[in-house]
């Protein structure tokens, strides 16, 4: 991408940065969690663990960084904001109302998550990049994402007390 203005000093896109930082307090957060779990006797521990390593680091990751890449037109800041404050919104209500056994708070991550999804697809909407297998794989973790949001959000309200 030679578009001067989605590339910051270094040829490394200012929006992979974003994401890419973010991704990795979470992986990070996760594993700090993940190694208080046991001692703590965390009763979701393990499961927040996985959820800030996998949702809010790997996928994330994968989905912020790799729009940049991807998307077939230029796009503005504040779509970037707006799907990384949906993200990470979406992701503190779902471990929040995990911990504090609310499924409704849960629901409200899981629409949260779902509005970021929509702006990541949109973002990449279009005649596509190459490689195609590149916008075909990321196509696939968003439709993995959509598809996983109903089903935890069945399980918050069937593991509701």
């Excluded at 504040?78 to 949906?86: G, H, I, P, Y």
């Amino acid at each position: 991408m030679s578009d001067s203005s989605r590339v910051a000093p270094g040829g490394v896109t200012k929006g992979t940065m974003a994401f890419g930082a973010v991704a990795l307090v979470c992986v990070v957060g996760g594993g700090l969690v993940a190694a208080v779990t046991g001692p703590l006797h965390l009763e979701h521990g393990s499961w927040a663990a996985a959820y800030l390593v996998l949702v809010g680091g790997v996928a994330q990751g994968a989905l912020g960084a790799g729009q940049y890449f991807l998307a077939p037109q230029r796009f503005t800041g504040w779509k970037v904001v707006a799907e990384l404050v949906a993200w990470n919104s979406a992701s503190a209500a779902v471990i929040g109302g995990t911990l504090i056994g609310n499924p409704w708070v849960v629901d409200a991550g899981g629409g949260l998550l779902v509005a970021s999804l929509a702006l990541m697809f949109q973002t990449v909407r279009g005649p596509g990049a190459q490689p195609r297998w590149a916008l075909w794989g990321y196509r696939a973790l968003l439709v993995v994402m959509g598809v996983s949001i109903p089903i935890g959000l069945l399980l918050a309200h069937l593991r509701a007390p």
